[in-house]
């Protein structure tokens, strides 16, 4: 491009110059780094002007305003560099050359269109202004805008339950007074389960969803009219587990509470949070000359924040039980492959656990869940 310019000692005449970037496309936080090249400046005669280097500046518009500082490398010959009309001149030009090259940089802080002008510079020879309001623009960048944290998050009070249970669902991070859905999901496809909350002044709420749809295996929600990325929390896990059907029709069970909540462990070292599995009572009205009954239990892995996972098997119980010719199974782990809780005949029994998690050292903290699964037959 050419621009005109005004040189001490006096001289006036067209400027040929490029600008260059290394980056077109930068974010808001990058480096750019600026080339500005003079491939012909005005000759002047008059006593040469003593400087260490050719120095310049760019002008930063659009976007962000300012000026970035160019100068040639070190050691770089800035005199016969320069084509110029006449032996003599700003640049001490000389016939050819492949031009005077000055480099600087910038950091981003805007998006956005961003412009970049060419500024007045000094050469050996004298020192050059842009003549009149401004050179024409030579280079446009476009910056892209920063990405948009999203904070939303939701928790469950359970992870897991039988068709129909009804699990509390809180949220965090969601836009003031937004309406959010609360919704099942199968991978990433949605289920039929299903609940409207609105966000409270400072983002969070708290609902009730009634899991039905056995095909759930997640909640999540968002704002809008579709989960996004962008708009919406990740999934949660959820186990859909199938009521225990009575043996022959006369051997029941109930559990006193359906969750289960182990002690805090602190971070660092290994440690064991503590807990109990609470009552389960088991009924065997199916009369003399029955089979022992065998009550069993099995767990998935814990899953914690951003997928961090602690085996099903870092979990032990102690068993206890008592009438109904109860014997406890064996102290042990529990886990994926399973355990006896406790074993019996006729009557009505009391089973209960002591349990214990022991969390490998440097686990990364957060709620942890998994469900167990306990099996009467």
């Known amino acids: 491009m050419e621009f005109p310019t005004r040189c ?3 001289a006036a005449g067209p400027t040929t110059a490029r ?4 980056d077109p496309s930068p974010g808001v936080g990058d480096t750019v780094t600026v080339t500005y090249r003079l491939d012909r400046t005005p000759p002047g005669p008059g006593p040469q002007v003593a400087f260490p280097a050719p120095t310049g500046r ?11 500082p160019v100068s040639a490398a070190p050691g770089a010959d800035p005199g016969g560099a320069v084509t110029g009309a006449e032996s003599s001149g700003p640049a001490g030009a000389g016939a050819g050359g492949s031009g005077v090259v000055m480099k600087g940089s910038f950091v981003v802080t805007a998006p956005g269109e961003l412009t970049l002008a060419p500024g007045g510079y000094a050469l050996p020879g004298g020192v050059c202004a842009v003549a009149g309001p401004s050179a024409p623009v030579a280079r446009r960048l476009t910056v892209a805008p920063l990405p948009v944290m999203n904070l939303r998050g939701v928790a469950l009070g359970t992870s897991y339950g039988e ?3 009804r699990v509390r669902v809180t949220g965090a991070g969601f836009t003031p007074g937004a309406a959010v859905t609360v919704a099942g999901r199968a991978g990433a496809a949605g289920t ?3 609940a409207v909350a609105t966000a409270d002044r400072s983002g969070a709420f708290g609902v009730e969803l009634v899991v039905a749809d056995r095909g759930t295996t997640g909640v999540v929600a968002y704002e ?10 990740r999934p949660q896990a959820y186990t859909i587990v199938e009521p225990t059907a009575p043996a022959g029709g006369g051997l029941t069970m109930t559990q006193a509470g359906a969750a289960i909540t182990l002690g805090p462990v602190g971070y660092g070292g290994a440690g064991g949070g503590a807990g ?6 088991v009924v065997d009205a199916r009369g003399a000359g029955a089979a022992r009954w065998t009550l069993r239990g099995k767990l998935t892995d814990f899953t914690g924040p951003d997928g961090a996972r602690i085996p099903g098997a870092s979990l032990s119980w102690i068993p206890s039980c008592g009438g109904g010719g109860c014997v406890p199974g064996p102290p042990g782990a529990v886990g994926p492959e399973g355990a006896v809780l406790a074993s019996g005949e006729g009557g009505s029994s009391t089973v209960d656990a002591a349990v214990t998690l022991r969390v490998p050292a440097y686990t990364p903290p957060g709620a942890y869940r998994a469900a167990l699964t306990l099996t009467l037959s």
Not at 19 to 22: F, K, P
Not at 58 to 68: M, R
Not at 276 to 281: A, K
Request: charged content about 20%.
């Open 8 to 10: 001490l000692p006096a």
């Open 19 to 22: 600008i260059e970037v290394d």
């Open 58 to 68: 760019v002008l930063l518009g659009g976007a962000q305003t300012g000026e970035v």
């Open 163 to 165: 068709p129909g249970a």
């Open 192 to 194: 039929a389960d299903r």
């Open 224 to 233: 809008g009219t579709a989960w996004s990325p962008e708009r919406g929390a």
């Open 276 to 281: 109990r599995i609470g009552t389960v009572t």
